[in-house]
Nanobody
């Protein structure tokens, strides 16, 4: 079992920054690929970023490239999403997710084995 708990969401003005955190617990955490997804009201959950188990590989949705950075600290069982130059369109509930393959980027929800409960990010204009 892997448990994921997100934190760090809140209200920020357009152009501002937030850093989301996800604390993980459970067996073989170091070997899991980790990702962030987001879901706005009335829309499907969409991929945001992925990081491999070692942190050597990361991938981003085109909509956040150059603005968001995913990172992880395996010694602390944490994954982070640094969000800069936030836009109103970034408003969503952000979820962290884990998959056991650990290396190749997984782009869709169905490829992940564990999910957190989400944290709300609201960007005002």
């Amino acid at each position: 079992q892997v448990q994921l708990v997100e934190s760090g969401g809140g209200l920020v003005q357009a152009g501002g920054s937030l850093r989301l955190s996800c604390a993980a617990s459970g067996r073989s955490f170091r070997n899991y690929g980790l990702a962030w997804f987001r879901q706005a009201p009335g829309k499907e959950r969409e991929f945001v970023a992925y990081i491999s188990w070692s942190g050597a590989r990361s991938s981003y949705a085109d909509s956040v490239k150059g603005r968001f950075t995913i990172s992880r600290d395996n010694s602390a069982n944490m994954v982070y999403l640094q969000m800069n130059t936030l836009k109103p369109e970034d408003t969503a509930v952000y979820y962290c997710a884990a998959e056991i393959t650990g290396w190749n980027t997984k782009w869709t929800q169905s490829e992940y084995d564990y999910w957190g409960q989400g944290t709300q990010v609201t960007v005002s204009s």
